[in-house]
């Protein structure tokens, strides 16, 4: 028998060369000299070896009529976007859970650009993560839609397309993580920001339409890197995560996609000797909070969202004995730990993403409650903070809470889910304090008469000091609790492997929830 390749298959290995990097020297050059890499090395960082199934890639923009066919094959490659499925982990998390679909922009290929077969590709991706339950993984950078597929004859604006419902329709069903490095404007930039968690590069610009359509739009002329730059949309939270570069970016991607695969079999537990002293002696001073999340969990699981942006709620995933847990702490350095309107509603957007995905939850709390205040007011403080109440009373996942120390008023109720019964176990350091208000304002409101009897400003001040112990001494965790306002006063050196039972024992008991899912809000 000959060894000789027929020609069939000889037209089809170069078909299929034409769409890489080797055959695409011109483009990859480019990409390189701006710092960046190029569509395909960031799909084989990604992705594990030897698991990658490519949908499409023969697939060229549907520009057949006016320009040549051969040219099409390599500078429209794919139509601009790399389709497939994938395992991604699979080294790590159990077997049958590594499976996930990919869809990485090419923007090598017309400014990564939407056309009509770009839009096919997608379709059938989020058809198949429908239907399989694949998480998602997107790199959206590109310009958004095409206009120049003069192919298609059969339409007029083009707004009949599924992929924005099909891929915004998987919320709360798929996981769905986005990356983005370079620009990324219109159509792309919904896609990015429907996704359940974002992740840009510094050497981002995110926009809902880039410098032609604003300029369009009589808004002006600007640079395209003007529009939506990554620290911008860092700081109003758009991007949960910003990263160094599109490496970094793949890295946190896998990463962050490892929680919504499941437990994994290594892990390192840190020292729990710290946390007896982790509080300041006097209840006035502040402390690093992140320094109490990373010796709870898991030696470095923890992976914070959108740390710059709601800074007085910290939310984050993490592991606990190998196992995912959605993380949420009051930040007593910021704003004293008072909730407000932006925590709220950060917080309230993280409880809906780990109860889509079954995500137990750990909650440790240190707040005088929510800002008050008339700035606050303006800000609609009351819709956003009791959106907390709504998504913290919704969940249906375990719930623990740990009251490090204050623990005050609504705030601290939306904490807790919404309430001291919501949580499976809620118990608190011995330095926990309670109360209906923070006690500085319970006993100027509930001491008033008194107080304003006194004329002399230093009885004054002794009475107020005597009437403020007495109410701590009322409100202290090891009172609160023999009152039943919640479960146990612990050991600090006690509460991770508390933490661990209590859920442990709360999933046993969980019944499994079908096909019920709960969307997952872009804010």
């Known amino acids: 028998m000959s060894d000789k390749l027929r020609e069939e298959l000889l037209a089809l290995q170069q078909r299929i060369a034409n769409t890489e990097d080797r055959v695409r020297a011109g483009a990859a050059a480019k990409r390189h000299a701006r710092g960046y890499r190029t569509a395909r090395e960031n799909l084989r960082d990604l ?7 490519e949908y499409g890639q023969l697939a060229v923009a549907a520009q057949r009529n006016r320009r040549d066919y051969e040219d099409l094959q390599t500078s429209t490659a794919a139509d601009g976007v790399i389709t497939g499925t994938c395992t991604i982990n699979a080294d790590k998390v159990a077997d049958g859970r590594a499976e996930a679909a990919v869809m990485i922009c090419d923007y090598s290929v ?8 770009h839009h096919r590709k997608l379709d059938r991706m989020c058809e198949l993560a429908r239907k399989s339950r694949l998480p998602m993984v997107m790199y959206t950078e590109g310009g958004g839609g095409r206009p120049g597929d003069t192919d298609v004859a059969t339409s007029i604006a083009g707004l009949n397309v599924e992929s ?6 998987l919320s709360g069903l798929v996981p769905r993580i986005a990356v983005n490095n370079g620009y990324c404007f219109a159509g792309n930039a919904v896609l990015f920001g429907c996704a359940d968690i974002t992740i840009a590069t510094r050497q981002s610009w995110i926009g809902m339409a880039g410098p032609a359509m604003i300029e369009g739009g009589g808004l002006g002329s600007f640079h395209p890197s003007e529009i939506g730059p990554a620290e911008v949309q860092h700081t109003n939270g758009v ?5 160094e570069d599109e490496a970094d970016a793949t890295r946190l991607a896998r990463k962050l996609l490892g929680y919504f695969q499941g437990p994994v079999q290594h892990w390192r537990a840190p020292s729990q000797q710290g946390l007896r002293q982790a509080l300041p002696e006097d209840r006035r001073f502040g402390y690093k909070v992140r320094t109490i999340i990373d010796t709870l969990v898991d030696e470095e699981s923890f992976v914070e969202l959108r740390r710059v942006y709601g800074r007085s709620i910290i939310t984050g995933l993490a592991r606990l004995g190998g196992k995912p847990i959605g993380l949420f702490a009051n930040d007593c350095q910021q704003l004293g730990g008072a909730i407000d ?23 440790l709390t240190d707040t005088p409650g929510f800002m008050v205040g008339i700035d606050s007011e303006r800000g609609g403080a009351v819709r956003k903070m009791s959106r907390l109440m709504v998504a913290g009373a919704s969940i249906t996942v375990p719930l623990v809470n740990i009251i490090l120390r204050k623990a005050y008023g609504l705030g601290a109720m939306a904490m807790a889910g919404g ?6 176990y809620i118990a608190a350091w011995p330095t926990g304090e309670c109360g209906g208000m923070g006690l500085e304002g319970a006993v100027q409101l509930g001491f008033k008469k ?10 004054k ?11 701590y001494d009322k409100g202290k965790a090891t009172e609160a609790a023999a009152f039943l306002e919640f479960d146990a006063v612990i050991d600090p050196i006690e509460t991770r492997a508390v933490i661990i039972r209590a859920l442990d024992s709360a999933m046993a008991r969980q019944l499994p929830r079908g096909q019920r899912r709960n969307m997952v809000d872009v804010w």
Do not use: H, N
Request: charged share 15%.
């Open 47 to 53: 992705v594990d070896p030897e698991s990658f199934i």
């Open 450 to 459: 008194e107080l304003a009897a006194v004329r002399d400003p230093a009885e």
């Open 164 to 169: 924005f419902a099909s891929w915004a329709g």
């Open 341 to 363: 309107s932006q925590a709220a509603a950060k917080a309230a957007r993280f409880l809906q993403l780990c109860d889509a995905f079954e995500l137990p939850v750990v909650s």
């Open 419 to 424: 309430g001291f019964t919501k949580p499976v």
């Open 110 to 117: 017309l400014a990564g650009t939407q056309g009509y077969f």
């Open 461 to 471: 001040q002794q009475l107020f000091d005597q009437l403020l112990q007495m109410m």
């Open 239 to 243: 991007l949960d995560l910003l990263a």
